[in-house]
Structures are given as structure tokens and as C-alpha cells.
């Protein structure tokens, strides 16, 4: 499979690209900064991008702002954001029309070198990664009438895997239950949380995310 | 009755013209007066029957013209400058100018003897010229009048009146010479009529000069009560609205006004000395009398002192306040230098390292006691990380800067400890140092909310409103927060009015806490 890096640090880009080879990934581009990266998607159609968020010139959220360009203008390249801040409104901004081949984990995920890759694989096959960490902030989230407080532990375990993007599979062979009995749980959350029930797995994402998030008046031009 | 006018204009003229001169010799405006009357009674001879007279008063016929147009835009100093001068020198050249070309190609008959050929036709158009350029330079004198109007002296404002309703006759008339219109001769002694007028104007002028000096023994009253700011009853006595008075403050070496802020000494201020050094300025319009500034100067001397002193404290108390907001922005950005060396150091250089550790382990097959020991190092590294991370995130919020207010204040709800309904109005980015400020507000209250309010829920308003941002954080909960001593809002308040701010806190006991911050960002 064909990966581009974005990471100002040549420690972490050298890193990184190693650690990708060493999987059997093909880095077909190592870049310095977001308009180098974009370049490189653009010439080199790879299969996923692992874009740091912050980049020179400004370093504020240039790779943000290039994998959003990205995931519109080459819908063949899914974008995996690397962070070192847990922003659950900046990953909603990357997952802002679908959630499909996207996305945002803390840097520190990539020590856990199964659990990083497993990740890349599944951005790069148009599902979702998000953050443990952003999504448990979300669902520790205090709202009015709390719905999340009808779930049972179990119950939760499976939203929070689902947030993060993993499959009924996935979630499956996480919580050692079979195939059927994580069919079951999701039908059920679903049902007390009163979201509908949708097709994909990454649409399922985006809805169990939207859900989570913070009800916001929001007027951003 | 011709003959009587011109005997009026030349009496009127330099009769108020010796007057001014006498009275105020400094200023030009006196004798220009007497050579107006002069040269308008000069240009009488035109009438006479001598050649040599009458060929004098055909060459200053028109400079007449000329003379009025200086007259009117000299007063009240004599001088006249700027776009008025260019408009003079061209009336003076043209009048001339023109006036002995026509002359020398034989134009006014016979008893011309500057004449040098007979050109009649050339004579004639060279004069309509002549007689069209003055009457659209009166035309545009009238417009400079009308220009100063908008920012004179009072007593100033009816002359000026007048002397554009002069100006706009004498042009009229002039239009009239060149068409030989029926009504020429009661338009031109109307005009004159006018003209004559003008000098009664300029006295009367004097006149209210002299009313308004005995307004300075009603400003000696009032001064007596020692108002906080002198300005209006300077105004009154000066009777120009563009009046105030200007403070010198040797320690800053600058002057400063009635709210102590630096300015610049104009042109037209009378300076008002003690041993030698001024001690304050009095700003005043040109036109105002040199007499009735010296008179107002010594009746505010009296007084100078203390509103000096109130000035002084104003100066202090704003350089306090600048020092303030200059130590609050030095600590923002060097919080924010520091935030950026955490990530692109420390950091960086964690991440690389449980990198390192993690490609390791997963190359490593060997004895589970160092895969053990390898797992133990990688979890203390990440938690080492998870610290950095708080850390960097209380010295700065990077995702601020990045992506503004309402990114950031959706994380800042997410987590925090009640149920936050936000409410976010913006539709651009504001200063950044606006922007944090604003982000402290809301995070210092919601901690506060979390900590002591035992509330149920706290919502979040942001919203622009004119030239400042209105930040409101409230809750259902306790009320009765200590306001007073809470380093966490007195902290805030100081971040708030640094800005020029202000920040006010409602809390009463049993009704919930309501925090206000309005910050101002335009």
C-alpha cells in the first residue's frame, strides 16, 4: 500500500516511515510541511496520507487545513491526522460532511506500533480512526437527562468503540464476544440513544459522533 | 448716485481700515482695507475726460476686483494662504495681465493711450476672457468662504455671510459688463451697495470682539468654582468651539490635554509661562482676538494649577494602565513562546522516543522479561506525555490560534464538569490578544462553575456587539461567589481591563452566578 508523510520533524518523519516499511507500506513521499504534501498527493495518488497537524510556516493547523483539502479534492487518498492536542472540534471539522477514510489520532498512538498500523489500514480501507481519548472526553461530557446514563458498562464500551471507528468485527475480537452478540449491543444503544440505524460503518461514525458532541449555537463564518 | 457709492466704498473702507489698524497693528487686515478703498476709488478716474487719467483708472479698472477678492479672503488676519492665496495671485495676475493686453491691442476707444495697434476683435475677446476668468475666480473665493464657515468663530460666520453675497454680486456683474444686459447699471449699484457693506461687517466684528472681552469677567466666576474641566467655560468666554487648554508636564517633556493624553501643540495656542517655563497652553481658533486670549490666559493662570495636577494624575494613571496591558501581553506571548518550545522540543522528542521503544518491542522476540520491561518504559513515556500535554495546554491553547474562539470553546465545554449549552456568535477572527481573553474568561468561570457553584447546568454567550465582544458565562447554581478576594476573577479582571475592558460578576446568594466581561476590539 502507498503512504505519504507530512511531519516537520525529521526524527518523527524518519520514524514513522520506517515503521510504515517495516508493515509493508510503500512511502512514496516524505514531506516538510502542507503544500509540499499536497504536491505530493497530487503527483502521487497514494492510498493514505499521515499528516501532522502542525506545520511550518504558522504552525497552527496547517495539516488539518491540507488533509481537509485533501479529502475534497482527491477522494482517493484517505487522511490519517496526527495531533498532540485532544481537540474533539478539530476532528469534527476533518469529519465535517463523512467520517468515510478519515482519521484523527493523538501523536503518542503511533508507540503502540499494532494498534497505529491497524489504524492506517483501516483509513486507508474508507473506515475511521478516532482517538480513545476523544471520545472518551465526549461521552464523559455531562448533559441534561444524561441518555448515555441508560446504557449498560457493556453497552458503553461498544459506543465508545464505535466512535472510535472499529467495526462490529473489530469490536467483536476487542471484547471477545461474537459477531451476533456486538449486533445485538449496537441495536440496542442505538435504540436508547434514538439514532437511527444506518448502513456504513463510517456514517455510523459520524452520527454516534454528532450525537456525543456538545450542542453548540454555532455562527462560523 | 454712482459717484455717492464710490465716495461710500472709498469712506467705508478705509475709514474701518485705519480703525483695524490702529487697534490691532499686527495683523495686515487694517491696511489692506485702506488700500481696497484706494484702489477702488482709483479705478473712478476711468470717468474722467483726461487721457492719461483716464488711461490710469482703465488699467486698475478691473484690479479692483482682484482687491476685493483678498480682502474677503484675508480676513480677519490679513493673510491668506493655502488654496485662497493661489486663487488671489491669479485674480492679481489676470486682472493685470489681461487688462493691459486689451489696453495695448487698443480696446476703450480713443482716449487709451497705451494702445499700439487697433485690433478691436482680439481687444473684445481677450476682455470677455478677462471678465469670465474673474467672475469664476470670485465664484470659486465664494467656495473657500463657504468652506471656512463650517469651522469659524461665531461672530465670524454672518461676516463671512455677507462677504460671499458680495462676491457672487460682483461676479454677476462682471457677466453682465460682457453681455450689456438691460438691469447693468441697478445690479452694479447694488453690487456696490453690497461691497460697502462689507467694512460695516468687519467693524461689527471688532465690535463683538470687544462684547466678548467682557465675557472674561463671567469666566473669572466660574473659574472661582474650580470646574473638573475648564474647556467649556473657555469656550464661552473665547467664544470658539475649537477652544481648550493644553498642560505642560516637564517629566514626560510633552503636553497633554484634559485627559492627559499626549498631543501636539498647534500652530494657534498662547502659551501661559511661570518663571520662564510654560506651564500650559491656550488653544484657540486664529481669528480669536490676540486681546481677548491675553485677557482669558490671566484668568485661567489662576486656576492653572490644579487642573494640572488633575491632568498630571490622568497622565500617570493611563501609563499605569498602558504598563499593565504591556506586562499582560508580554506574559501571553511569552506563554505562547514557551507552548511552541514544549511541542517542537520536548514533545517531539517524547514521541520520537516511544517511537523508537515501540518499533522495539515489536521487533523484538526474545525474553517476555525485557518485552516487559519495554511495555513498562513505553507507559511511562506516555504518561510523561499525557503530563506535557496538560501542561502545554494550560500554558497556551494552541488550537486558539489555529482556529479561533468558537473551535476552542467547544473543546472547553466538551469537557467541561456541567452540561454547557454554547452559544458562539462570530463570523471572523478577532485580535488574538482579544481572543484569549476571552477564552480565560470562559474557562476561569466554568472551573469556578465546576468548583463551587454546585450548579446543574452554566450556559456560554459570545457575541459581538458594536466595537466589543460580550462574553457571558451564568449558572444555576449557588450564587453568593466572593467576588472580592477570588484570585481566579481578579486575575481575569486585570487580563479584561487590560484589554479596556471591563468584567462584572452578579452572584447573589441563592440565585446563581452570572459573569460579564466586555472587551473591546475594534
Redesign the interface.
Known sequence: MRVAIAEDSVLLREGLARLLTDAGFEVVARCGDASALLGAVASLRPEVAVVDIRMPPTHTDEGLRAAVTIRAEHPGTAVLVLSQHVEPALAMTLFADSAAGAGYLLKDRISDVAEFLAAVRRVAAGCTAVDPIIVSSLVARRRPDDPLATLTPREREVLELMASGHSNQGIADRLYLTLRAVEKYVSSVFGKLGLPSTGGESRRVLAVLLFLRPETDRNRG | MQAGLFVWILLAYVFCGLLAWTRRPESGFGRLMVVVGFGAALSNLAWSANPVLFTVGQAVDLLVVALFLHVFLAFPSGRVAGPARVVVVVAYAISIGLQLTVMLLGGFGDGNLLAITDAPGAANAVHAVELVTLSGLLLVGVGLLGVRLGSQHRAVRWLVGSFALGLVALAVLLVMGLFVAAGFTLVQRLTLFVLGLAPVAFLAGLLDARLARASVGDLVVELRAEPDDLTPALVRALRDPTASLLYWLPQYRSWVDHDGSPVTLPASATLIPRDGEPVAALVHHPSVEAELVRAVAAAVEMVIDNARLRAELRARLSEVRASRARVIEAGRTERRRLE?DL??GA???L??L??????L???LDGDPAVRQALAEA?AE??TS??EL?DL??GLYP??L????L???L??V????????????????RLPEPVEVAAYYVVCESLTNVGRHANA??ASVEVAPARKTLVVEVSDDGAGGADTASGSGLRGLADRVEALGGTLRVWSPAGGGTRVRAELPCG
Open positions: 511552541r511541542h517542537d514533545q517531539q522528542r514521541v520520537g516511544s517511537l523508537r521503544l515501540g518499533l518491542e515489536s521487533h513505553r513515556v506516555a506525555l499525557s500535554r502545554a495546554h494552541a488550537v490560534s489555529g482556529h479561533g468558537a473551535v476552542a467547544e473543546s465545554a466538551a469537557q467541561a464538569t456541567v452540561p454547557v449549552r454554547l452559544d458562539v456568535r462570530l463570523d471572523d446543574s447546568s
